[in-house]
């Protein structure tokens, strides 16, 4: 099988002069430019967990597969260069069923992967008695001292958000565009940013991350916050007693971008406005740990982080 | 489960400065330095497939999946930098069982991470309902234009080989070492090697892995061809009528390195065996296609390749 398919996926290859050397002998080789660094990002998806593949098909699990490794590039503010997928693909009734699913798969994955100009140099394809295993390295690239990590968010830093949050369960969470086009206009201009995370695992606790890893706390205006039409469709229906801002603050996989701006350089990128998407200002960062709320009325709450915990 | 497990991780890691950022953030940076090419190699491991959990336990679960990845660095002639860990881990009883199993897999992956200099940079780690899923990616570097890749035998090169085939089944598939430390001597000797490939499917196919690379054929002389005491102790326990030669042809996961050298070049390698294994030749690559095994008696024979197909 796996001949089969590495032949099938050669062929939807490109050539790229950053790729000397791809899919087909023991490693892959990526060039090394000077003033740059590598960035590396990996993320293991499971069937039944992070996607019902009787549900949504390989195409969308694929397809989500590449997203949340390009979105954690955004994260730090990176350029994809290559990808590598592993996969543990479920034995059917037989080679050509297996060969199939990968092909589905992949189908879902490289046009977001070609979008990006992020080509696939590798990866190992098994096919094995249990469900769907989906492991995707992502490897890009960032100007030596420029990515954005968590650690560097001060206290007066505003929060900025791109797009708005809750209820991605409702179709989102497979779809969402990863915002590589965000990050490579901030980091092109030059754009001041502190810190950066991506929202895998809910606002309130990957914004409790940065604050973690800067030694600092925040204050969230809830007010503020975008909500998305899907976290008041989910609050609607939902049987669970939870508001659209409930849904926007725990929610996982958003997928949009936090991050830490000094307050002159926040004010421009509010008013210019530069992404094709909104930032939105939700708050800001503090010296004193923790993280509270403001509510309308001005009055302080603390806020429980709250999202999915691995 | 993987905060507390993270956590444990960080502190087995010594800093290193090829990692600027390791486990932590959205994704690792690993610095790049001029005239070097990044190597990137991944292997995905499933507990029932590459090892059964149940007889060998999580540590050599562990060390196995870090072990062929070190492997085929070692066959691009690289040196490790970093690697990456993501893990499906069965569902215990509870967190702490799931949390020791992931600890017992990286207690037997970290020594040998460590006596390579593999830094653990960054990982996935993930508990579900199915069975232990391994993926490990390694990132290596080389010298630009230096790295073995399988298409550069030339017709008249002699077939050298690590060590010895065969019978890795009984034990050597878990307890291997990968030939870094031989790979890193005749890259740092200079030594000329026009190709190279670990034998991890079958020394008869993974040769014609590299002959199909190549564009050649090969001769091997079946008698030179060193048999491990495995192979002898299969063959003569096994009920399959295979013999050790037999099984040091098709049997896989020997992970010793096949090298395609030049004739005086490999005069000189085989005189004065270099490395701490023996070094053996035996064949030779041919401009004719195909494979053929050259029996004591001068005799010519097609060989068909066989070993483990995916």
Redesign the interface.
């Known amino acids: ?3 089969n398919f590495l032949r099938w996926l050669q062929e939807q290859m490109p050539n790229s002069a950053k790729i ?2 791809g899919i ?21 998806l ?1 069937d ?2 992070d996607f019902v593949l009787s549900e949504c098909g390989a195409f969308a699990a694929g397809r989500k597969a590449m997203a949340v490794n390009l979105s ?2 955004a ?2 503010g ?1 350029k994809p260069v ?1 990808a ?1 997928i ?3 693909i479920p034995r059917g009734s037989g080679n050509d069923e297996t060969l199939n699913l990968a092909q589905q798969l992949m189908q879902g994955l490289l046009p977001l992967a070609a979008e990006f100009e992020c080509a696939i ?6 096919s ?4 769907l ?1 989906i ?1 995707v ?6 100007v ?1 001292g420029k ?1 954005w ?3 560097g968010a001060q206290p007066g830093d505003a929060i900025l958000v791109t797009g708005s949050f809750g209820g991605s369960i409702l179709g989102r969470h497979l779809s969402f565009s990863p915002r590589l086009r965000e990050s490579h206009l901030l980091q092109s201009h030059h754009a001041q940013v502190h810190a ?3 929202v895998s695992d809910g606002l309130s606790l990957d914004l409790s991350r940065i604050c973690a ?1 800067s030694s600092c706390g925040a204050i969230i205006e809830v007010a503020k916050i975008p909500l998305s039409p899907a976290a008041h469709e989910l609050a609607e229906k939902g049987n669970s007693q939870q508001t659209a801002l409930d849904h926007a603050l725990a929610d996982g996989e958003d997928f949009e971008l936090i991050l830490a701006v000094p307050p002159g350089e926040a004010a421009r990128l509010l008013r210019e406005q530069p992404l094709a998407v909104p930032l939105t200002q939700i708050g800001w960062f503090t010296a004193e740990q923790g993280l509270q709320q403001q509510l309308a009325s001005g009055e302080l709450l603390t806020l429980q982080p709250r999202g999915y ?2």
């Open positions: 099988m796996e001949l000397p050397l087909g002998d023991d490693a892959a080789l990526l060039a090394q430019q000077t003033g740059q660094q590598t960035v590396v990002t990996t993320d293991m499971m039944g967990t954690d590039l994260a730090m990176a290559a590598f592993s996969l543990a140099a590798g990866g190992d394809t098994n094995w008695h249990g469900r295993v492991c390295t992502a490897i890009g690239e960032v030596d990515a990590r968590r650690s950066a995370i991506d890893a915990e691995h």
